[in-house]
């Protein structure tokens, strides 16, 4: 007999998601469904509204990568537009786009999901001198890693779980088996995690350089950027490399690190040995390192196909809405998309904390439209980057 | 005053943000007087120079506010004329 588990929300992500999973009778996951829980409507609120409002308005979807979104619904204005950009303005709005690439990644694996993986009650039990040691297992040089920084964060979070009040500690599942890391690497990982609250400041003064603020910049325009006098500035081109040094060395010696420290303990997990679930891949070319020329090259793989690098072809994106609350004949192409809401609501089911509301898998269960290239679903993001190296060209 | 004249309030300009690192009008942008209630509706469209426009909500409500204290001030002059009248009979 198979149950169903709710998790709502997760809260490991930046925005709104729920998760529910069918368990066989060994506690083995059997199906699974994720869904965005909030109706954003962005498009509908453009609708009436000059195309120049368009980036300003569209970055308020979300609260940490809202650099994204601002180029990206500005680009989409100039794209329809047949504007071209000067080669200055494409630089620095790259150069935006590094530092919010670096705030981004540091505060996803340390401050959004590093606590699933690093037990801080444990951590409190170790011995700074061995971790010390063992923080040089992983970079000849770590930061915020040696006896008398690790005593002091020992210290200070120590504190904390005295007063009682435990804040972003609270309410996890310390001591929980599948924690992996010895109480020694917990202390490494926590004395990082604070660090990294340091080093993610830093990375967004180098967005608000030349973006004005972090979150939300307000310095890109169709037709491009209008921090000129930042760009013309040799004080802040440099102010921006200092900051962009920090973030970088803890990058190389705090982060890496961190990551082949967790590689190694969690390595041998079900989630990572079992293989990916959709195995195409699609990335675009961006950061740009001379006129034409970017540090990721564009490509696209189907099924797995990973001799045959393509080439994106944008008309062949689709959003499909079958299982999304919106009314739709069939995929779209964003060109002629619609956004009208649909809600179907939920359907009440036996789950494992009585009878709950629970999502409509058959149906309609989630706000997220869903992407196709070639009527396949498709994996983006960070290690599709990766993609574009296999190019033989 | 914040950065869009009268009609907004924030510390901005004295502030900045980001640790002090700078703030829209640094940043060669128009503010879009972003806490300000309404301002989405208000304030936009953002990329056109605020005097060239009507400020349709904020530009009414003031307009409405100085007729309403204009009316006030009537109704005050005629509600001590009518006290007047009363007292004086009063004092007699």
Redesign the interface.
Known sequence: MSKRVVIDPITRIEGHLRVEVEVDDNNVITKAWSSSTLWRGIEVILKG??P??VG??VQRICGVCTYSHYRCGTEAVENALGVKIPLNAKYLRSLMQSSLYMHDHIVHFYHLHGLDWVDVVSALSADPALAAKVAMNYSDAPIAAGEGELKAVQARVKGLVETGKLGAFANAYWGNSTYRFTPEQNLIALSHYLKALEVQ?VA??M????????P????I??GG??????MLSPARLQEWKQKHAIVQDFIERAYQADIVMAAEAFGTEASVLGGVNVSSFLCGDDFIMADGQNLFKQGVIIKGDLANVMDINPDLIREDVTHAWYKADGAQHPYEGTTIPDYTGFVERDTVYGKLPTLDGDGKYSWVKSPRYQDEPVEVGHSCLLIGELRPW | MGCKGSYTYNNCPTERFNHHTSWPVLAGHGCMGCSEPNFWDDMADFEKPLGRQLLHGIDATADTIGAVILGATVVGIGAHAVASVFAKPLEE
């Open positions: 509204r000059t120049m409002d300003l308005i400041r967004a003064e967005l608000a350089i030349f973006g004005g603020k972090s939300h910049p307000q310095s325009v169709v950027v209008t921090s000129v006098r930042d």
